[in-house]
Each structure stands twice: as structure tokens, then as C-alpha cells.
């Protein structure tokens, strides 16, 4: 095992042991991005899944991995927001309480990239059922926005004062005092809204993230040349290779394979290569074992996989 590997299991271990600690103020005036979850929409283990590679996560709950998200805390203007509100905003909102207590930084917004449940299914505990709460800014793309507008229980949210929506265009960005959200169109699935990825600025570093895209030969984009103009780049790894899903036409899903992505990534230096982290892995990618030889073949070739608890300096 690599001493880079067995470093991030290290810390994603100690993330996991400190959500029994007390909330710890940060003394450092650093922004960062904080990584909440990193599986696919539905979590790991999947619902319904009872086959091998599901059990473990079922009978060991440290092994269990929340839908994708990331906190962007900013010290300095004592703010936190996220990116997604995913199925399992309880649990994230505790690990990220833990980071930044509410007794010192508020939530000042939730950014979204898109209306497939793992990305907004979670806005469901900002509601009168749940949290109450009073007008959390909800950044959301015009079909985005229209969606959680006109349909319910979405609208509710609206009516209720429990989220105030925030409009947002592609390639305009969102100034978070010293920080900056920019918004970017990517092809997806786009059935209730379209899809977008963001770049994170802050006063040192930049950071993108993609947690759902379809295949990079269909972004007008070239992947190689984005990551190089960045300091981190989260990005989709639904799944790592074909045949994950049997008696599935893969193809309908057309999420870049980690393989894939790799192969379009090998003309980077060493240096571009490790601002790699993937994220938003399948309850099927072997990348969520740390053991498996996938993951080992990964860090290998000079790139990273997202966990839990990951902090990244912006």
C-alpha cells in the first residue's frame, strides 16, 4: 500500500472516530472544501442490494457511505454552504456541525447540479415535518428553480419560507464575499432540470466539481485542459468499468468510466494528476473498497479517491 493511500484511509478513519467528539472551533482563517459523502445517489449499500458486494456496508456501518456532497466553509466570514442536499443531509449536517458548529458559522446557502434524488432529495428536511427552517438560500439553475417551484412537496418548501430559492446562469459567478460559485452546463440526463458542475474560488486555490456527467467526448469541454486550470478536481466516477451492471445496457447510462477518464488524463504531468479526486461511486465500483486492486490501480497511476472527511484548502 502506498504511503499516499495509506494516509487517506488513516484520515477517513479519523473522521469517522472525531463525529463522537465535541464541535472544535477552527482557528485558521483558510477556506476549504470539506468532503461529506462521495457514493452515487443512493448511498452505499444501496437500497434493496443484498448481493455481495452490497453486505458488507450492510453489516459493518463503517463501511457505509452517504450520496455525494461537499461543505465549502469559510472561517473568515464565519459561513458554510453546501453543494447538494443528498438523502442523507441529517447525517452530513452533523459531520459538518462537528467542522463548523452552528454556534459560530451559519448555513448560507445550498448550491444544486441537478433534480435526480441523490443531488436534491434532501431539501426534504428543511421542511415543517423536519427542520422548519427559515429561508435557506437554494441556488438553482432557471429549470432547476421552475422544477422545485411548481411541483410539490418542492413548492411547499417555497410557500412555507423554508428555503428562498436563488437564481443562478451558467458561467456567471455567485460572490461569497471573499469567495466565488461559478456554474457550468454539462450533458446529462436532464429530465426535470439541466446539469451543471461549479468551480469553487477561493483566495489561494480553486476547485471543480462534477459529480454527474455524461460521457467527456460529449462536453464540449476538454477534461484535460479544465483539471490543469485548477488546484482540485472532483469528478464523476460512478463507475470504474463496463460490466458493472448486469443485464444492463450500460450505454443508457453513459457516465465516463474511471478507466476512461484515466486514459484521457495520461498526458498530465504527476503534479495535474494528483488534483484528481474521484467521487460519486456506484454501490457496484470496487472503489469503494480501499483493498480492492481497482483502487490500488488508481492511486498507482498517481490519482485519488474522495473520502469521507477530506479537507481541501482553498
Known amino acids: 500500500m502506498s504511503i499516499k493511500y495509506s494516509m487517506a484511509v488513516c484520515a477517513a478513519i479519523m473522521s469517522l472516530l472525531s463525529f463522537a467528539e465535541e464541535p472544535k472551533a477552527d482557528d485558521s482563517q483558510e477556506s476549504y472544501l470539506y468532503v461529506l459523502g462521495v457514493a452515487q445517489d443512493a448511498g452505499y449499500p444501496q437500497a434493496g442490494c443484498y448481493q455481495a458486494h452490497c453486505m458488507p456496508g450492510w453489516q459493518d456501518p463503517l463501511l457505509r457511505r452517504g450520496a455525494t456532497a461537499i461543505a465549502l466553509v469559510d472561517p473568515e466570514a464565519k459561513a458554510k454552504y453546501l453543494f447538494e442536499a443528498t438523502p442523507n443531509l441529517p447525517e452530513q449536517?452533523?459531520?459538518?456541525?462537528?467542522?463548523?458548529?452552528?454556534e459560530q458559522y451559519s448555513l448560507e446557502g445550498v448550491f444544486l447540479t441537478h433534480a435526480h434524488i441523490g443531488h436534491y432529495g434532501g431539501l426534504m428536511f428543511f421542511g415543517h415535518e423536519a427542520m422548519g427552517s427559515k429561508n435557506i438560500p437554494v441556488y438553482a439553475m432557471p429549470r432547476m428553480h421552475s422544477y422545485l417551484?411548481?411541483?410539490g412537496p418542492w413548492s411547499q418548501l417555497v410557500e412555507y419560507r423554508n428555503i428562498s430559492l436563488r437564481p443562478l446562469l451558467p458561467d456567471r459567478s455567485v460572490k461569497l464575499g471573499g469567495l466565488s460559485v461559478t456554474p457550468f452546463l454539462v450533458p446529462h440526463r436532464d429530465e426535470f432540470s439541466e446539469t451543471v458542475g461549479y468551480t469553487i474560488t477561493g483566495t489561494n486555490k480553486s476547485a471543480?466539481?462534477?459529480?454527474d456527467i455524461n460521457k467527456w467526448a460529449r462536453w464540449e469541454l476538454d477534461i484535460a485542459e479544465v483539471v490543469q486550470g485548477v488546484d482540485y478536481a472532483l469528478i464523476d466516477a460512478t463507475f470504474y468499468g463496463g460490466g458493472e451492471l448486469p443485464g444492463r445496457d450500460?450505454?443508457?447510462?453513459?457516465?465516463?468510466l474511471v478507466t476512461e477518464t484515466m486514459?484521457?488524463?495520461?498526458?498530465?504531468?504527476?503534479?495535474?494528476?494528483?488534483?484528481i479526486w474521484f467521487i460519486h461511486f456506484n454501490h457496484t465500483n470496487p472503489l469503494l473498497r480501499e483493498d480492492s486492486k481497482e483502487s490500488h490501480t488508481v492511486i498507482s497511476e498517481g490519482f485519488n479517491l474522495a473520502f469521507e472527511g477530506l479537507r481541501l484548502g482553498l
Open 93 to 102: 449536517l452533523y459531520a459538518l456541525e462537528l467542522q463548523a458548529p452552528s
Open 149 to 151: 417551484s411548481n411541483n
Open 208 to 211: 471543480l466539481f462534477i459529480p
Open 250 to 256: 450500460m450505454s443508457k447510462i453513459p457516465h465516463p
Open 263 to 275: 486514459a484521457a488524463l495520461d498526458g498530465l504531468s504527476a503534479e495535474d494528476k494528483d488534483k
